[in-house]
């Protein structure tokens, strides 16, 4: 099988990394084609349980092994609503609301 690669980028990588052997190449890009594939399919099992209220938003960035804004940009991207809580902001909300009564 002949390859015709036109990026001098990839014909490089084509031939140091995989030594111009066109099945390993494309065994590669299949094998990360398919990663990519399973982990959008988590990503969507994970946001559907979210709006379930199965799961919060730190297990998912957990599972998923990305920071607490990345899930928030994935519920925007996937038109999912969600509440930018944090504990620290409530405890402060919480003691502003007792100082006021306390007047």
């Not at 001098?8 to 094998?31: H, M, Q, V």
């Not at 559907?48 to 991207?77: D, H, P, T």
Request: proline share 1%; aromatic share 10%; net charge negative.
């Amino acid at each position: 099988m002949t390859i015709q690669i036109n990026d001098p980028w990839f014909e490089s990588l084509y031939r140091t990394e995989f030594g111009a052997n066109s099945t390993k190449f494309l065994e590669t890009i299949k094998s990360l084609l398919i990663e990519k594939n399973q982990r959008e399919k988590r990503i969507v099992a994970l946001l559907n349980q979210y709006k379930n209220a199965e799961i919060s938003i730190g297990k998912i960035a957990e599972n998923l092994n990305i920071s607490r804004e990345e899930v928030l940009e994935l519920l925007s991207k996937h038109n999912i609503d969600f509440v930018d809580y944090s504990w620290e902001k409530e405890q402060k909300n919480v003691n502003a609301f007792l100082s006021e009564i306390q007047r």
